[in-house]
């Protein structure tokens, strides 16, 4: 089985995962199947969707609504600062998450 990195995408539900978006890789698919995710500017619904380095998502977390810049590929599901430093928030206006 290749590698995240060594295929140049990974699925978006193991991706949201891997980020720590979602606690399990099912509540991943959940929220890719609920149509509320978009990739690129466009609606997602099938958890399968390829991921790329330096595509762009709107997700909902909570209350709040994540655009994010994917950096690079995580390789893992590792600890938050490994998974943090995998991508960039580009709707800096917002307010930063309370701990």
């Not at 891997?18 to 991943?28: D, G, H, I, N």
Request: hydrophobic share 40%; charged share 20%.
């Amino acid at each position: 089985m290749a590698t995240p990195g060594a295929a140049g995408s990974i699925r978006l539900d193991k991706l949201l995962w891997f980020l720590r978006f979602a606690r399990s890789r099912s509540l991943a698919q959940a929220m890719v199947e609920t149509g509320h995710i978009r990739l690129d500017g466009r609606r997602v619904t099938r958890s399968s969707c390829a991921v790329h380095t330096g595509a762009t998502l709107v997700l909902p977390v909570g209350e709040r609504i994540e655009v994010i810049r994917l950096l690079t590929l995580p390789l893992r599901r590792g600890p938050a600062p490994e998974a943090q430093a995998c991508y960039v928030r580009l709707d800096s206006g917002a307010p930063a998450p309370s701990s």
